[in-house]
């Protein structure tokens, strides 16, 4: 019966039918992060999320505790995956205006890209493909090369990884 109904209206099968009812309730009864066009914890809060693209398998703020804040756009590539309480903030408050977000470059993170429990990524950030961010990082300058382990605060390269060790087969 499971499998019918995830077929049915199209469910991923890494997460529990109690994950989309719990979603359900909060989403559509409680109106809680409503515009968000896929399921995400009920923990989570999502700004903007018409300016998210996302890849494939890519659901922002399915794991508990995420603030993702799209403003000025975020682009998240295929089958990466954030852990919980992770903060992706597109836009800072204006310093004379609070009132106000200043503009900036969308932040990208690339393809197959890991980012660790805790991690706060922001504005105008570009990670490039195979990025691991080490949980508690604060990641204030982008690492485009990717192929990279990068870890504290602010975010460093702690490890360079080897782009044929990195191929999925």
């Known amino acids: 019966m ?3 109904i995830r ?14 009812i719990i979603d359900l309730f909060f989403r559509k009864l409680f109106r809680q992060n409503a515009d968000v066009k896929w399921a995400i914890h009920h923990t989570s809060i999502v ?7 996302r890849g494939i398998n890519v659901y922002p703020g399915d794991s508990p505790g995420n ?4 403003k000025n756009g975020i682009e998240i590539g295929d089958h990466t995956n954030l852990g919980p309480n992770v903060g992706i903030i597109s836009a800072n ?3 004379l205006n609070n009132k ?5 470059k969308p932040i990208k993170i690339g393809k197959h890209c890991w980012v660790g429990m805790g991690v706060v990524i922001l504005p105008e950030v570009e990670l490039g493909d195979y990025t691991i961010v080490g949980a508690n990082s604060v990641v204030t300058k982008s690492f485009t ?6 870890a504290g605060n602010p975010a ?3 490890k360079q990884l080897d782009p044929s060790d990195c191929i999925i087969k």
């Open 7 to 20: 077929k049915v209206f199209n469910l991923r099968t890494d997460v529990s039918i109690s994950f989309y």
């Open 47 to 53: 700004i903007h999320p018409e300016k998210i693209k």
């Open 93 to 95: 408050h204006n310093v």
């Open 145 to 150: 090369e990717g192929y990279c382990v990068i």
């Open 100 to 104: 106000l977000h200043d503009v900036s």
């Open 156 to 158: 460093v390269i702690i």
């Open 2 to 4: 499971k499998k019918i």
């Open 67 to 70: 603030y993702i804040q799209a």
